[in-house]
């Protein structure tokens, strides 16, 4: 991708950091997975982005056992749902910060907005097949809050 686009700012600045970010989000290198996104940044609230850097970083903050800025990531990208919502994984990008946002917030100890982020989240999810894993998992969270 790089090879192809070496001039592309979007490509070389926030999608292929992106992508080296989740990489290492899944390999529990939470740290180095928020240093490469630094770069993505200044791009976070452009529409071509769609707040991809702001949802892996929220993910690695949450690898890192850093709730509060997760929390604050993944509210950037509810806070602003016109550009999360004009693309194809936007929309399910978009759904599922609310579910990492509750998880954000139960890691900060804030159990009450914990709480609220599930209930928005099931809420969004409430047509879906029940035995969809990730609903599965949220529905079994929140049960562990009460």
Same mark, same amino acid.
């Given at each position: 991708?790089?090879?192809?686009?070496?001039?592309?700012? !979007?490509?070389? %600045?926030?999608?292929?950091?992106?992508?080296?970010? $989740?990489? +290492?989000? %899944?390999?529990?290198?939470?740290? *180095? /997975?928020?240093?490469?996104?630094?770069?993505?940044?200044? !791009? $976070?609230?452009?529409?071509?982005?769609? !707040?991809?850097? %702001? !949802?892996?970083? =929220?993910?690695?903050?949450? #690898?890192?056992?850093? =709730?509060? $800025? /997760?929390?604050? +990531?993944?509210?950037?990208?509810?806070?602003?749902? =016109?550009?999360?919502?004009? =693309?194809?994984?936007a929309p399910l990008q978009y759904s599922l910060s609310y579910l990492q946002l509750a998880r954000a917030?139960?890691?900060? #100890?804030?159990?009450?907005?914990?709480?609220?982020?599930?209930?928005?989240?099931?809420?969004?999810?409430?047509?879906?097949?029940?035995?969809?894993?990730?609903?599965?998992?949220?529905? #079994? +969270?929140?049960? *562990?809050?009460?």
């Open positions: 991708m790089i090879k192809r686009s070496p001039s592309d700012t !979007y490509v070389n %600045n926030v999608w292929a950091p992106a992508i080296r970010a $989740e990489v +290492e989000v %899944n390999r529990g290198n939470p740290a *180095k /997975a928020i240093d490469l996104l630094q770069s993505a940044s200044v !791009y $976070e609230f452009g529409w071509r982005a769609k !707040y991809l850097p %702001n !949802y892996v970083r =929220g993910r690695a903050c949450l #690898g890192a056992r850093r =709730g509060t $800025e /997760a929390a604050a +990531e993944f509210q950037k990208i509810l806070d602003h749902p =016109g550009i999360t919502l004009a =693309g194809s994984a917030r139960a890691m900060s #100890g804030d159990a009450a907005g914990a709480r609220i982020a599930y209930q928005d989240f099931l809420r969004l999810w409430k047509d879906a097949d029940p035995d969809v894993p990730v609903l599965k998992q949220a529905r #079994g +969270e929140l049960a *562990k809050m009460r």
